[in-house]
């Protein structure tokens, strides 16, 4: 069975856990129970952001202290291989390949090796507050400018600004704005649509994102009655 792994970001504690099976007679012929064993990385700080790579043999944590534990796990446990030290708390941290990518809340985005070169940093004035990769790296900052950055570090012309969050597509992103409009941007970062927000009053979009296969929701909550098909 393949591994599975949690987070209790409460605990500051990462299980590992490895499925057993095996034909429990007692339950009737051919009836498999699954016992698992679990092992803990205790972390000594508050756990922010945890990623594993397509393997699974490897995790990367990172804490609200600045630091960033890279852990190679395999069938005898989990090893510390490296740490990385950030100025401040750790937002996101991403694998890419063999490399990977830590956002920071105060410097902004760093490109490693694991060895613990660093390959590029790009600095955010206002630090980062979300990141994700497809075809390349979207990055929020923490005054709502949302940027595109190539693998090499280099930005794309075209930003966003008053941005609140947004969410990946199988073809581009949702933005959420912070005049409660939705944009659905393309991975060229090139605007296809704008839901404005409705109503005389306004509106507040609790929720938005992906749906099955090219469909995309917005969950609203309204303050008052508004044309077509949406009612509040």
Partial sequence: MDDERSIDMHNHQIWTEKASGYNHRGFGQGMVQTLPSIDSIHNEEKVNTISIN??????????????????????KGQHLENTFKFSSAIIEVIWHNEKFLVVDEVEGV??????????????????????HIQQQITVLDGLGTLRLLTFDGKE?????????S???LQDGFLLLTEQS??????????????????????????????????????????????????EA
């Avoid at 699974?56 to 395999?74: A, E, H, P, Q």
């Avoid at 760093?110 to 990141?131: I, P, R, S």
């Avoid at 659905?184 to 927000?197: G, M, Y």
């Avoid at 009053?201 to 609203?220: C, K, M, P």
Wanted: charged letters at 25%; aromatic letters at 10%; glycine letters at 12%.
């Fill in 166 to 168: 947004f969410e990946p």
């Fill in 110 to 131: 760093h490109m490693y090796c694991q060895n613990g070169d660093v390959e590029w940093t790009f600095n955010l004035e206002a630090g980062g507050a979300k990141a």
């Fill in 181 to 230: 409009e939705v944009k659905k941007i393309n991975s060229s970062f090139e605007e296809v649509f704008s839901r404005e927000q409705r109503g005389d009053i306004g509106e507040d979009i609790v929720h938005y994102g992906q749906g099955l296969n090219s469909t995309w929701f917005v969950a609203r909550e309204g303050h008052a009655l508004v044309p077509g098909d949406e």
């Fill in 54 to 75: 397509a393997s699974g043999d490897k995790v990367l944590i990172g804490d609200c202290k600045g630091s960033v534990l890279l852990y190679s796990l395999d069938e």
């Fill in 156 to 164: 794309h012309a075209t930003k966003y600004q008053q941005i609140i």
